[in-house]
């Protein structure tokens, strides 16, 4: 359903919203991207809201993505674990490569 989704929508999977983003764009509203390596703001809320729950590996993440939010799928949870780490969110706790198998936890 959700590849259905992402294939049909013309803005490029940005017209489907989640409720329980905090400071979500109102109904009727556009999402922009500031530019393209910019990691959507609910998506990172979300994974945010999962890694409150525990420490989960990026696979845990986009399986969570996937049953447990209305768009996310688990290709997104690597990028916003990425992003996460750089603005100093979450610690990667294995050692290497960010992978999907990499264990993440909120700081």
Known sequence: MKEAMWK?????G???KDPRTRGGVLPG???????ADVVDPELLELVHQ???QGVATVEDIGQWLLTETSRWLPKHA????QELRNDG???VLSSGKLTRKSRISLN
């Open 89 to 91: 969110v979450v610690t």
């Open 29 to 35: 509203q556009s999402t922009l991207f500031a530019g």
């Open 8 to 12: 049909v929508d013309v803005s490029d």
């Open 78 to 81: 690597l990028a916003a674990v």
């Open 14 to 16: 940005m017209s489907f």
């Open 50 to 52: 999962r890694l409150s």
